[in-house]
Structure formats: C-alpha cells, structure tokens
C-alpha cells in the first residue's frame, strides 16, 4: 500500500537557519503529494502541494519540489521564523483510489525554532 | 479559520460508553473524510463520505460508524469505547471535483478522552 516516510525530529533551530524536513514516498500509481502544519491546539492547513513530476509547490517561504525519480518531497526554507513552530506532515493523495482521495501521512514532524 | 466546524472541542467518557462526533464542512463541499489521530498510530484515515453516500473505509473499527446527511453535515459514531480510542478526531472536506488534488480543509478537531 501507499506509505509516507518522513524524518521524525523533534528538530530544534535558531531564528534565521535554514530548515530541512525530509520526506520521501511510497505510491503504486502517481500521487499528488502534500505539505500540511499543524499549530498547537489547532487543526490541520494546507501549506504546499504538487500534483505531477518537477512541480514545486511554494507558501510563505516554504518549499518542495515533486521528485519522482527520487520518490521524494522534501521541505525546505531558506529562514525560519518564532511563529514556523508547528508540527509538519508530508502527506499524499494516490489518484488510482478513483472517486476517494484519502490522504496517507507521514509521522509527522515537531519544529522549534528558537529566537 | 478553515470552514469546516467539529463539535464538540473536548469529550471525556468513561470506558464501554458511546458518543457521537459532528462535522460541518466548508459550504459548498459534498466531501467529508474522517480522519484519527493518535500518539502511536499517527494520523489514519477513517472512512470517507460522498453527497451522503460511503465512498471508501480505511482502518475503521467495527464498533465505529458514520453517516452523511442531506444537508451534508456528517457524525462519526463511537461505542463500546476503549481506552485506545482515546485520540484526536478530525474531519476534513473539499469539493472533490473528481479531481485527487483537491485540497482537504480540516476541522479544528474533537479531543476524545476515554478513562
């Protein structure tokens, strides 16, 4: 089955550092792939997605590119702020379910950015 | 604020009893999806719900139950609870246009504490 595999932190940096998350994908067909945060106390958002090969997908600094060669979907940015602590989950959507797009999360991944 | 509202916020039952999770989605959406999340499973998908009908069950346990009703609302139906159901629930919805990079809003989510 589809399965989604992402670094488990917690990753703890200074304001201003350069954040990588890994992420990278197991699918039969040909997901869509998604970055979703999660604030303390809070639901889910949508931060970025990419629906085919090459796409990067880009919101408030952040971004990650469709990688189907590598199988991946890692997240980056370039200067991480006090309010980017949240937990971050990659996530895909596999278009072979027909008429059900659920989504397959990673563990997610605890951020603390410190000031 | 994502549009879609779950209620209640917080729910704590005793061990053998049932409740009942409600979820509105964004005006407009005729999908919902349920999804738990739990400190070991992480987060799974539940079962998902289509202008009222079931379109697909995921890791749903037998003594758990859903509906969708016309006016699209729908609730996630817990009994003979255990202390493992203990976990955060969330519902999501888009407007599932056939397409699988639809996004998913999800609600704020029902914390259920099962003692």
């Known amino acids: 089955g589809d399965s989604v595999t992402q670094m488990e932190g917690p990753v703890t940096l200074s304001e201003e550092a350069f954040l990588t998350i890994n992420c990278t994908y197991t699918?039969?067909?040909?997901?869509?792939l998604f970055w979703y945060v999660q604030y303390p106390g809070e639901g889910l958002q949508l931060l970025l997605k990419?629906?085919?090969?090459?796409d990067k997908g880009s919101n408030k600094g952040f971004e990650a590119t469709y990688r189907k060669e590598t199988t991946s979907f890692h997240l980056e940015k370039g200067s991480v702020q006090v309010s980017d602590s949240a937990v971050y989950f990659c996530?895909?959507?596999?278009?072979?379910?027909?008429?059900?797009?659920?989504?397959?999360f990673g563990k997610g991944t605890l951020l603390t950015v410190n000031p | 604020d994502s549009g879609v509202t779950q209620t209640p916020k917080h729910l704590i039952t005793a061990t053998g009893q049932r409740v009942t999770l409600r979820c509105s989605p964004r005006?407009?959406?005729?999908?919902v999806y349920w999804y738990q999340q739990s400190l070991d499973q992480g987060l799974q998908f539940l079962i998902h719900?289509?202008?009222?009908?079931?379109?697909a069950k995921g890791n749903i346990l037998e003594r758990f139950s859903a509906q969708q009703f016309p006016d699209l609302h729908s609730e996630l139906n817990l009994s003979s609870l255990e202390l493992g159901d203990s976990a955060l629930y969330f519902c999501?919805?888009?407007?599932?246009?056939?397409?699988?990079?639809?996004?998913?809003?999800f609600g704020p989510g029902t914390r259920l504490t099962v003692l």
């Open positions: 996530a895909l959507s596999d278009r072979r379910g027909g008429s059900n797009y659920k989504l397959t």
């Open positions: 699918a039969t067909g040909y997901p869509s």
């Open positions: 005006s407009g959406d005729l999908s």
């Open positions: 719900y289509y202008n009222g009908e079931e379109r």
């Open positions: 990419a629906t085919k090969a090459d």
């Open positions: 999501a919805s888009s407007v599932e246009s056939g397409v699988s990079t639809d996004t998913q809003y």
